[in-house]
């Protein structure tokens, strides 16, 4: 895991205006720390000096954001020390020496990692347990049908074209959900159906769209083994179970294959 305070050489160069501008952003009170809910217009003298402005209210929203992820995990890290170990070292009057903080910084990412880790961890046996037990319920629903891979689906309106193979095109309208109705995607939001070889995608839906004629709905529950597995995504944790609403309206190619067969 990156330090959470690995900074690029513009932050870097940044870091060495904060404490010179301190008193002077105070005075306009248009601080990014600080700044009110309407923000007065401020002009200043020269372009360098509304340069230096950006570069450090930039700054600020860096440090604040990796404040925010360590919060997320469980980590209070004071915003007053971090802008004060800023100003100690314009003033090169650090409290820690270089290694000490190299030290501290190394110790950070340690802690990070481990409870990133745990967190991760939690949250995936969490969406085991979630998906078993959706699993269970929806395999009692009227229609559901399960296969020998342990996809599920349900057929909410039956087509009459052509089935896809696997090695088909298609396109789809779809949307996707957690367990608990949380939305991840969707291609009715975007408003333009989607475009995919059938072989691409992830298990599930290569086995149940070809279930489908073209003109139907299917609702498919994909156990994570037929998903993403124990891939970790900020949209979809480790080890869930999708749901999928789909419909299916073109197999790409699907005329010119029938006129082909037909001569």
Known sequence: MKSVFKMSLLAATVALAVGCQQEEVKETKTAAVEAPAAVETVTFATEDDKAAYAIGASLAQYLKANLE???EIGLSLSSDLVLQGVQDAFADKSKLSDEEAQAALQSLDQR??????KQSEEKAAAAVKAG??????????EGVTTTDSGLMYQVETLGEGAK??????????????????????????????????LNRVIPGWTEGVQLMPVG???????????????????????????????????????????ETTQG
């Not at 078993?132 to 629903?141: H, L, N, P, V, Y």
């Open 216 to 258: 139907s709905k299917f609702k498919f529950v994909i156990p994570p083994e037929l998903a993403y597995g124990a891939q970790d995504t900020p949209a979809i944790p480790a080890n869930s179970t999708l749901v999928f609403d789909v419909e299916l309206i073109e197999i790409k190619g699907d005329a010119a294959k029938a």
């Open 112 to 117: 990070v990692a481990e409870m990133a880790q």
């Open 69 to 71: 992820q360590q919060e």
């Open 132 to 141: 078993e037990d959706f699993r269970a319920t929806f395999s009692k629903t």
């Open 164 to 197: 896809p193979a696997a090695e088909d095109t298609v396109v789809v309208h779809y949307k996707g959900t957690l367990t608990d109705g949380t939305q991840f995607d969707s291609s009715y939001d975007r408003d333009q159906p989607a475009t995919f070889p």
